[in-house]
């Protein structure tokens, strides 16, 4: 069975404080993502990577910046977080190796809270 | 720009009410459509992936159509086990592949 796992579920930090949240993905996918999620706003890009060391800018990545050392694995990081920052991450993962609209898979979320 | 729509924002049923969910979409050439059910503090399950119009795909109380402008996400006979929010997303054949999500329909079925 595909898997996406978030390391963290739950977190609170403290403003000011570095955040590393980590993504590890066990299907070989080449494509990795992270979103954030509020209510009333859905899903929202912040970084996405179609291989190992590249990254691209998604729609909001002021105050995050990802990491990707290794194919299966996927770092987003805040480097000083603040209160906006408070919400629900989720990391994704994707392949394109057969030509077809593939799935995408996402993990469980990391829920961050800055106090 | 690929557009995606969900309507309605939100809905409530009986248990039994049949009903349908919609995603509208605006894409230069689709190469894909998906559906995912989201539960409450979980990330999102994949449930379909549509890729052409007149396509119909079906899990259980669940069946999704396709049309070229539009998705549609029918429940038949919900049950309070359905109740979660549904997410449509479309995947464009050119340029980007990047998906682009709907902001989602959340449903609730009462016993």
């Known amino acids: 069975d595909v898997k996406v796992t978030q390391s963290s579920r739950y977190l609170v930090k403290r403003t000011g404080e570095k955040v590393f949240l980590e993504c590890v993905q066990d299907?070989?996918?080449?494509?990795m993502f992270w979103y954030r999620q509020d209510p009333g706003l859905g899903l929202r890009l912040i970084y996405f990577?179609?291989?190992?060391?590249?990254?691209e800018k998604g729609d909001i990545p002021e105050g995050y910046s990802v990491s990707r050392e290794k194919k299966e694995r996927f770092s987003l990081i805040l480097e000083s977080a603040s209160t906006n920052q408070t919400s629900m991450y989720l990391c994704?993962?994707?392949?394109?190796?057969?030509?077809?609209?593939?799935?995408?898979?996402f993990g469980e979320g990391s829920w961050l809270t800055v106090v | 720009e690929d557009q995606v729509t969900q309507s309605p924002e939100a809905l409530r049923l009986q248990e039994g009410e049949s009903s349908s969910l919609n995603c509208s979409y605006t894409?230069?050439?689709?190469?894909?459509l998906f559906w995912y059910r989201q539960d409450p503090g979980k990330g999102p399950e994949f449930l379909f992936t549509?890729?052409?119009a007149g396509e119909e795909k079906e899990k259980e109380r669940l069946k999704a159509t396709l049309t070229k402008k539009e998705s549609f996400l029918h429940i038949t006979a919900p049950k309070p086990e359905d109740s979660a929010t549904y997410l449509c997303?479309?995947?464009?054949?050119?340029?980007?592949?990047?998906?682009?999500f709907g902001r989602g329909t959340s449903l609730i079925v009462h016993p």
């Open positions: 994704a993962s994707i392949t394109f190796r057969d030509g077809s609209g593939n799935t995408i898979y």
């Open positions: 299907m070989d996918h080449e494509n």
């Open positions: 990577s179609y291989d190992v060391k590249m990254k």
């Open positions: 894409v230069s050439g689709l190469r894909g």
């Open positions: 549509l890729y052409s």
């Open positions: 997303a479309v995947q464009a054949s050119g340029g980007s592949y990047i998906p682009t």
